[in-house]
């Protein structure tokens, strides 16, 4: 008893303010969201009036969002709700331009339903395109939500600040960081273990442009890290893997790591007495 009223009095002084949405409740409205624009995830798809119940509930769990915000923080659900409905329409057009062109990027991709329904770096874009549209509102934490729980499920960690264009296309994507303050252009093509961060993570630098800007048309290979504010990839650019970039690249730049890969016949191996491995 004594140990509980101690921690007990720690978290009361402590605490943090209860006027929060649910974890629960934003993973649930963004699953759910994801299953209305695009049916093929359940497996039917609903005529015209169940699409409107649908839609009701949908705008019903997102109100529910905004609930506990609306004191605090001074948000007026209606008016968000309604802006945030409203640029559904042009955000799915946008997540339709992001698999068409993971579609046309990748090889093994047949389908579209297929990128749809198993990749990863697809729903990744989805839920930072949604989040984007909360965080371009200025509501606070949801948006942060949306992002965690797209980074758990993908191990793609997208800030909701970070300013992509069209036709985005994360291959694998597994590793993928972009910061808040990235700007990425149109048909931007990134491979897993990328990187685009801040050379300096000090808090007085929070209003400032901390990370790169890629431009359109880049490509850029797995594994590389290009980081700060000032750092811009020109258009058209391709960045090779494991390349550690700090300073800019102008329009139709190709850079690349240069590394000593040596083989050697096996046979051979075992003929030189002098290498010998032992664990």
Known sequence: MKDFKKIYARIQENKCCMH?????????????????????????????????LSFYKLKGKFQELLLPLRDEFEVNIEEICNTFFKALPDAYTMIMDDARALLAG???????????????????????????????LKIPIIPRLFSEYAHRKTGI????GAKIGHSFCMDHGTGIVIGETCEIGDHVK????????????????????????????????????????????????????????TSSLAP?????HRSEVKIRNNEEVKENAAIDFEI
């Open 20 to 52: 929060t949405p649910p974890k629960e409740k934003a993973e649930d409205f963004i699953d759910s969201l994801y299953n209305f624009l695009f049916p093929v995830v359940s497996g039917h798809e609903q005529g015209a009036m169940a699409a409107e």
């Open 106 to 136: 990748d090889p093994a991709a047949k389908h579209i339903e297929e990128v749809i329904l198993a990749y990863p770096g697809f729903f990744a874009t989805y839920v930072y395109r949604m989040a984007h549209i909360i965080y371009q």
């Open 252 to 256: 139709n730049s190709v850079v690349y």
């Open 157 to 160: 960690d997208i800030h909701p």
């Open 190 to 245: 990134i491979y897993q273990g990328v990187t685009l961060g801040a050379l300096s993570v000090e808090k007085s630098m929070a209003e400032i442009k901390r990370h790169p800007t890629i431009e359109d048309n880049v490509v850029i290979y797995a594994g590389s890290t290009i980081l700060g504010g000032h750092t811009i990839i020109g258009k058209n650019s391709v960045v090779g893997g494991n390349v550690w970039l």
